[in-house]
């Protein structure tokens, strides 16, 4: 193909380059253009500057907690007008480089990479758009718990466990390991990971559900293809600016050694903790026990301090469920992701990763286990994102 190229008269394979370019060009402007519009980027601006001279008002620190909520309103809404700059200086390097080519002052495979940096920084913040959810924005917890079938099931959870914290690391989240409960032979029975970072449960929330593994298992004498489970809850972890109630009454704390398996990583002080709290739904008067452990550190008072604000964002991630419960009775038709429900399907042996509510696949089953599960998060965001707008 490189050859046929080259014998082509130069005039003829410049017109060629161009009207590619020309429309890769067109399309990054247009994209670029319409996030001004969607993001209402002008009005932005005046909020900004209103919301900035609200933080310069005399006694403006003398609430705390009302002032630190002040200042990540200013915080986010800069963070939404310096991602359309970034875009738009993006969009422009495009152009130039573009005028400069025909000019030849710069070469092809310099377009070619203006143009993927626009187009990945415009993609970007085209999926962020579309987390405009409330908790959206807040960092995440994952738990993940094995299903029954035993040591099969439980090396599948640390699977999982290691494909989360590899999407944090490349993604440059802060993931934190609050509580992990090994296997008895391999793997891990459940694990809760702290991921914080930007709109880190805005693209984790479509995580939540059932994840189904076929594979040939090592732990099969017979060699035979087995089907196993592990279950994904992910919720928003909320900070101090949310209002929560939490019943004192309702609360009962044990303690635990906390440790590997032995030797000098046993903990010989019980600084695990095991927070229970006797809920009841105030819609429905139902009762459950909600139970948090964690392990964090070695220091129980912070291992308390991290239960409570677990137990504080399960409580609000009721809440929320709640509210998109009655949203979908007026909306409906419109698909909801459940927990319990079977989203996702490994099929090692035929090297395919599908998710079932989107039909989003790929074959690329090393690079999703290695946390490289964008494409799944784009996808759903893509179909269900606004359904609860």
């Given amino acids: 193909m490189g050859i046929f190229f080259v014998t082509l008269p130069t005039f003829f394979n410049d017109i ?7 429309d890769q060009l067109k399309d990054i402007t247009e994209r670029t253009e319409a996030l ?3 993001l209402d980027i002008d009005s932005k601006k005046i909020q900004v500057e209103e919301e900035q001279l609200r933080t310069q008002a005399p006694g403006f620190w003398d609430n705390q907690k009302a002032a630190e909520a002040q200042m990540k309103k200013v915080k986010g809404l800069q963070a939404w007008i310096e991602g359309y700059q970034e875009v738009k200086t993006l969009a422009d390097e495009v152009q130039l480089a573009f005028d400069f080519y025909k000019d030849e002052l710069v ?3 310099e377009v070619d990479e203006a143009y993927s940096k626009a187009a990945a920084a415009i993609e970007a913040l085209e999926l962020k758009n579309m987390l405009r959810d409330e908790a959206d924005q807040m960092d995440c917890v994952l738990k993940i718990n094995s299903g029954a079938g035993g040591t099969e099931s439980q090396d599948w959870a640390s699977m999982l466990m290691r494909m989360y914290l590899r999407y944090a690391e490349t993604h440059g989240y802060k993931a934190t390991i ?18 914080s970072g930007s709109y880190a449960y805005g693209y984790l929330k479509g995580e939540n559900g059932v994840h189904r593994l076929v594979r040939v298992s090592p732990y099969n004498a017979q060699g035979k293809r087995m089907t196993s489970f592990a279950s994904v809850f992910a919720t928003p972890l909320v900070d101090d600016s949310i209002e929560v109630v939490i019943e004192p009454a309702r609360m009962s704390w044990d303690t635990f050694r906390s440790g590997g398996a032995g030797g000098q990583n046993v903990n010989k002080v019980e600084s695990g903790v095991r927070l229970r709290y006797q809920y009841k739904d105030p819609y429905t008067g139902e009762e459950e026990e909600i139970l948090i452990e964690n392990t964090e550190t070695r220091d129980q008072p912070k ?19 709640h509210r998109m419960a009655e949203q979908a009775k007026v909306e409906a038709g419109k698909k909801k992701s459940e927990w319990g429900s079977q989203i996702r399907s490994y099929v090692f042996d035929d090297r395919r990763v599908k998710d079932h509510r989107t039909n989003y696949q790929t074959s690329d089953v090393n690079g999703v286990m290695d946390g490289k599960i964008d494409g799944f998060v784009k996808a759903y965001l893509m179909e269900f994102a606004g359904d609860g707008e």
């Avoid at 291992?303 to 469920?321: C, F, G, I, W």
């Fill in 107 to 109: 070469t092809e495979a």
């Fill in 36 to 38: 001004h519009r969607y």
């Fill in 16 to 22: 060629l380059t161009d009207m590619i370019t020309s």
């Fill in 178 to 195: 609050a509580n992990l409960q090994e296997g008895d032979e391999a793997g891990i029975k459940t694990c809760t990971i702290e991921i």
């Fill in 303 to 321: 291992n308390r301090e991290n239960a409570l604000r677990l137990l504080r964002s399960m409580l609000y991630d009721k809440e929320m469920k």
